[in-house]
């Protein structure tokens, strides 16, 4: 069974620092590309980092570029977001996801129940 668990969030400054992870079991992780998605209120959901399977390669938002770090542990089964110089507009309730493409060109596709992030003075 597929388990993907973040933890890690909570309340913090304008300018606070948070660090995001999520424990992954149950498929084999390290063929996964990994990502964190966030949903404010009222809003789409929005990729906000990736990180590939075969070589660690990472990707970013524009609005999260230079101060957030996407990082994976192949080993521990685990991904971690460090998210520094938090704004209010991060306010989300962040998601990781496991993404993996199929020979036939499908999409296989897991996502974690949501860990809540809220940047308030």
């Known amino acids: 069974q597929v388990h993907l668990v973040e933890s890690g969030g909570g309340l913090v400054q304008p300018g606070g620092s948070l660090r995001l992870s999520c424990a992954a079991s149950g498929f084999t992780f390290s063929s996964y590309a990994m990502s964190w998605y966030r949903q404010a209120p009222g809003k789409e959901r929005e990729l906000v980092a990736t990180i590939t399977s075969a070589y660690g390669s990472t990707n970013y938002a524009d609005s999260v570029k230079g101060r957030f770090t996407i990082s994976r542990d192949n080993a521990k089964n685990t991904v971690s977001l460090q998210m520094n110089s938090l704004k209010p507009e991060d306010t989300a309730v962040y998601y990781c996801?496991?993404?993996?493409?199929?020979?036939?060109?499908?999409?296989?596709?897991?996502w974690g129940q949501g860990t809540q992030v809220t940047v308030s003075s």
């Open positions: 996801n496991a993404r993996r493409r199929t020979i036939v060109g499908g999409v296989v596709d897991y």
